[in-house]
């Protein structure tokens, strides 16, 4: 069983910057993908962020440009790298992982971003 812990999430001012954590506690070298979803409050949850085995990524086309998905194996850690924050960006972030066809999910942090 694969376990997931997000770590910083918070409230931020329009315009700044948060960087998310995932911590896995299997070796995410060996993860199929790894990525970030968010979901706000009555919308569905969507993917953010995604980064495959072999190095490639996919972003929302809302937060291209904006957002940063990478790792560290060494340290079994998936980050999300958030800047220019916009009210928009509000949810909650869920890290998954994929583990050959098997999905894992975090229980979310909370971001949100004021005006």
């Known amino acids: 069983q694969v376990q997931l812990v997000e770590s910083g999430g918070g409230l931020v001012q329009a315009g700044g910057s948060l960087r998310l954590s995932c911590a896995a506690s299997?070796?995410?070298?060996?993860?199929?993908?790894m990525g970030w979803y968010r979901q706000a409050p009555g919308k569905q949850r969507i993917l953010v962020a995604a980064?495959?085995?072999?190095?490639?990524?996919n972003y929302a086309d809302s937060v291209k440009g904006r957002f940063t998905i990478s790792k560290d194996n060494a340290k079994n850690t998936v980050y999300l790298q958030m800047n220019s924050l916009k009210p928009e960006d509000t949810a909650v972030y869920y890290c998954?992982?994929?583990?050959?066809?098997?999905?894992?999910w975090g229980q979310g942090t909370q971001v949100t971003v004021s005006s």
């Open positions: 998954n992982a994929d583990v050959w066809s098997t999905r894992y």
């Open positions: 299997g070796s995410i070298f060996s993860f199929n993908a």
């Open positions: 980064l495959t085995r072999g190095g490639s990524t």
